[in-house]
């Protein structure tokens, strides 16, 4: 008996000296090739780290993509910079990549389709002016109060009312989903744009507000595609992840789906909460409850269509109706029509059935500016992808995404907000690194509370998990 003490403590102390040795060196995997996860990768490569990068599609950049539409730079993903508010992350990897931005100013001046004629918001905010300070007693009060940002905003405005119908499309648009899917969370974004501004990073003045539009000259897929070059190597597309689990020696073994086996010391993973239920995990990498919890995290159901301009129109306005908004981009040439719920989800087959229903707005809108009807069709899953025609994505049916960007259901409001300290950073609780082995990255991760969705959002939760990494490592 006591001499199997003696080898069990010697077996411990000699397994425990060989992982502090190896961990000086660990192989790291970082599963996903969107901004966080080379973000991660970049900064862990940059430390001497030895990461190798694993991404389902055939390119990098993940919700970023970028098209050429009759020659211009469009974006059917990510597009404006300043949505993330300062986003001091992302722009200190465009600076430090040698990349150039393009920035405008354009008014948020916008006018609302009864389906018969257009209201503009001017009309819309004087026909119900609001006191900023008494709209944010009430607000603060209906969010206290209500479930749903449907119950909010009935709280202040007749479903009737146009300016109701304009801002629950508007909120969907901002926030990713039908506004009684929102929790009362997205109260300060209405706030917002009751006082004619977007949201807290896009604040308004009145009725006539401006706000800067920012994105990377060339397109904002070069931001990945330059991280990508740093990676070369060491990235590997089309390998979608099947399943996670241990190895005998505790490290991990990740199956991806043509059977090939990777084993890895620490692992990132930096995809949607969206894919989780496509892969395995065993029952002693994720604990079940929190697998169900990130599971349960909702994606929004945003699809756009870019329509071409021969020369951009005199006034540069924007359009709703029940179910869509349509804006300019910073180059002028292209009109978005984003589009929110079941309209999001369009085909191959349906893509032109979906715009010809919002020809009619567009026709009153735009007059003899707009372009002459031309059948859309669906682009392709690749980046700078060229088109003659309007072209349209769903992310709703990407299979790699399941949806835009991330938001807070009613319900997940503490489960989504609640930060804690870990390794020095502060994190999210739900997406706290497990045993320092399990690292998350990703939008839905990140601590920036105020931009959250963004792609600032996502080189954020990068630079952060990297950080929590390396300080581990050199413990």
Request: proline share 5%; hydrophobic share 40%; glycine share 8%.
């Given at each position: 008996?006591?001499?199997?003490?003696v080898l069990?403590?010697?077996t411990m102390?000699?397994?425990?000296?060989?992982?502090?040795?190896?961990?000086?060196t660990?192989?790291?995997?970082?599963?996903g090739?969107?901004?966080a996860?080379?973000t991660?990768?970049y900064?862990?490569?940059?430390?001497?780290?030895?990461v190798?990068?694993?991404e389902?599609r055939s390119?990098?950049?993940?919700r970023?993509?970028?098209?050429?539409?009759?020659?211009h730079?469009?974006?059917?993903?990510?597009?404006?910079?300043?949505?993330?508010g300062e986003?001091k992350?992302m722009?200190?990897?465009?600076e430090?990549?040698?990349?150039?931005l393009i920035s405008d100013?354009?008014?948020?001046?916008?006018?609302?389709?009864?389906?018969?004629?257009?209201i503009?918001?001017?009309?819309?905010?004087?026909?119900n002016p609001?006191d900023?300070?008494?709209?944010?007693?009430?607000?603060?009060?209906?969010?206290?109060?209500?479930?749903?940002?449907?119950d909010?905003?009935?709280?202040i405005?007749?479903?009737?009312n146009?300016?109701?119908?304009?801002?629950?499309?508007?909120?969907a648009g901002y926030e990713?989903a039908?506004?009684?899917?929102?929790?009362?969370?997205?109260?300060?974004?209405?706030?917002?744009?009751?006082?004619?501004?977007l949201?807290?990073?896009?604040?308004?003045?009145?009725t006539?507000?401006?706000i800067?539009?920012?994105s990377?000259?060339?397109?904002n897929?070069?931001?990945?595609?330059?991280?990508?070059?740093?990676l070369?190597?060491k990235?590997?597309?089309?390998?979608?992840?099947?399943?996670?689990?241990?190895?005998l020696?505790?490290?991990f073994?990740?199956?991806?789906?043509?059977?090939?086996i990777?084993?890895?010391d620490?692992?990132v993973?930096a995809?949607p909460?969206?894919?989780?239920?496509?892969i395995?995990?065993?029952q002693?990498?994720?604990?079940?409850?929190?697998?169900?919890d990130?599971?349960?995290v909702?994606?929004?159901t945003?699809?756009?269509?870019?329509?071409?301009?021969?020369?951009?129109p005199?006034?540069?306005?924007?359009?709703?109706?029940?179910?869509?908004?349509?804006?300019?981009?910073?180059?002028?040439?292209?009109?978005?029509?984003?589009?929110t719920?079941?309209?999001?989800?369009?085909?191959?087959?349906?893509?032109?059935?979906?715009?010809?229903q919002?020809?009619?707005?567009?026709?009153?809108?735009?007059?003899?500016?707009?372009?002459?009807f031309?059948?859309?069709?669906?682009a392709?899953?690749?980046s700078?992808?060229?088109y003659?025609?309007?072209?349209?994505y769903?992310?709703?049916n990407?299979?790699y995404?399941?949806?835009?960007?991330?938001y807070?259901a009613?319900?997940?409001?503490?489960?989504?907000?609640?930060?804690?300290?870990?390794?020095?950073e502060?994190?999210?609780v739900?997406?706290?690194p497990?045993?320092?082995?399990?690292?998350?990255?990703?939008?839905?991760?990140?601590?920036?509370?105020?931009?959250?969705?963004t792609?600032?959002?996502?080189?954020e939760s990068g630079?952060?998990?990297?950080?929590?990494?390396?300080?581990?490592?050199?413990?």
């Amino acid at each position: 008996m006591a001499f199997s003490k003696v080898l069990y403590f010697m077996t411990m102390f000699f397994t425990t000296t060989s992982m502090i040795a190896e961990s000086k060196t660990p192989k790291i995997a970082v599963v996903g090739a969107g901004l966080a996860g080379l973000t991660t990768a970049y900064r862990l490569q940059q430390k001497g780290m030895d990461v190798d990068v694993y991404e389902a599609r055939s390119r990098v950049g993940g919700r970023i993509l970028t098209a050429k539409v009759r020659g211009h730079i469009a974006e059917l993903g990510g597009q404006n910079i300043t949505d993330g508010g300062e986003a001091k992350n992302m722009r200190r990897l465009i600076e430090e990549l040698d990349l150039e931005l393009i920035s405008d100013t354009v008014s948020l001046n916008y006018a609302y389709y009864t389906g018969k004629e257009l209201i503009f918001a001017e009309q819309l905010l004087r026909n119900n002016p609001f006191d900023p300070e008494n709209l944010r007693i009430k607000l603060n009060k209906l969010m206290q109060e209500s479930t749903t940002m449907r119950d909010v905003l009935r709280g202040i405005l007749e479903e009737e009312n146009p300016l109701y119908k304009t801002l629950a499309v508007r909120l969907a648009g901002y926030e990713g989903a039908t506004i009684e899917k929102l929790s009362p969370i997205y109260t300060e974004t209405l706030y917002h744009m009751l006082l004619g501004g977007l949201s807290a990073v896009h604040q308004g003045a009145g009725t006539e507000t401006y706000i800067d539009l920012l994105s990377i000259k060339g397109g904002n897929a070069l931001l990945p595609e330059k991280l990508a070059q740093k990676l070369e190597g060491k990235l590997h597309l089309n390998t979608p992840l099947k399943r996670v689990s241990k190895n005998l020696d505790h490290t991990f073994a990740l199956t991806f789906q043509d059977d090939q086996i990777v084993t890895a010391d620490i692992l990132v993973l930096a995809i949607p909460c969206s894919v989780y239920q496509e892969i395995i995990f065993d029952q002693n990498i994720l604990p079940l409850t929190r697998l169900q919890d990130i599971q349960k995290v909702q994606y929004g159901t945003n699809a756009k269509i870019l329509i071409p301009f021969s020369a951009p129109p005199p006034a540069r306005i924007g359009f709703f109706n029940d179910r869509l908004g349509c804006f300019f981009d910073v180059n002028c040439n292209i009109l978005t029509l984003y589009y929110t719920d079941i309209t999001s989800r369009f085909s191959a087959e349906t893509i032109m059935e979906t715009y010809q229903q919002d020809r009619p707005m567009l026709e009153i809108g735009f007059g003899n500016a707009l372009p002459p009807f031309s059948t859309p069709v669906l682009a392709e899953d690749q980046s700078f992808a060229s088109y003659e025609n309007p072209v349209g994505y769903s992310w709703p049916n990407d299979p790699y995404a399941k949806g835009s960007y991330s938001y807070i259901a009613p319900g997940q409001e503490a489960q989504l907000t609640t930060i804690k300290e870990e390794q020095g950073e502060k994190v999210k609780v739900l997406f706290a690194p497990i045993n320092q082995q399990l690292y998350f990255a990703g939008e839905h991760t990140s601590i920036l509370l105020e931009a959250p969705g963004t792609m600032e959002a996502a080189c954020e939760s990068g630079e952060r998990t990297s950080r929590m990494i390396i300080n581990s490592v050199n413990l």
